[in-house]
Nanobody, 123 residues
Framework: HVQLVESGGGSVQAGGSLNISCTSS????????AGWFRQAPGKEREWVAG???????MYADSVKGRFTLSKDITKNILSLVMHNLKPEDTAMYYC??????????????????WGKGTQVTVS
């Protein structure tokens, strides 16, 4: 069973930067596709970024050019570096992983493994 634990959330002013990470209990990030989703209060969950087993990445248009997703499979860590943060980036950010095809990256229901989330607040 894969366990994912997010960390690094916090509060930052608009225009600032924040790094959030997700640690896997096993080799999830070398075995599976992984990604980040976010959900703001009163809004639907939104896909943010995805990475495949080879390290290829894809981003939602809303974060493209500002967020960078990477992974370190030796440490089982998935990282999301966020620059030029905006108030609309405020949300709970969730890490997800699973045997998902790249064309399914944005479909949250395809991921069997989820973390409990880390809060990002931009003011």
């Amino acid at each position: 069973h894969v366990q994912l634990v997010e960390s690094g959330g916090g509060s930052v002013q608009a225009g600032g930067s924040l790094n959030i990470s997700c640690t896997s209990s096993g080799s999830a990030f070398s075995m599976y596709c992984a990604g980040w989703f976010r959900q703001a209060p009163g809004k639907e969950r939104e896909w943010v970024a995805g990475i495949d087993r080879d390290g290829n990445t894809m981003y939602a248009d809303s974060v493209k050019g500002r967020f960078t997703l990477s992974k370190d499979i030796t440490k089982n860590i998935l990282s999301l570096v966020m620059h030029n943060l905006k108030p609309e980036d405020t949300a709970m950010y969730y890490c997800a992983a699973g045997p998902v095809m790249p064309y399914q990256w944005s479909q949250g229901d395809k991921y069997p493994y989820w973390g409990k989330g880390t809060q990002v607040t931009v003011s």
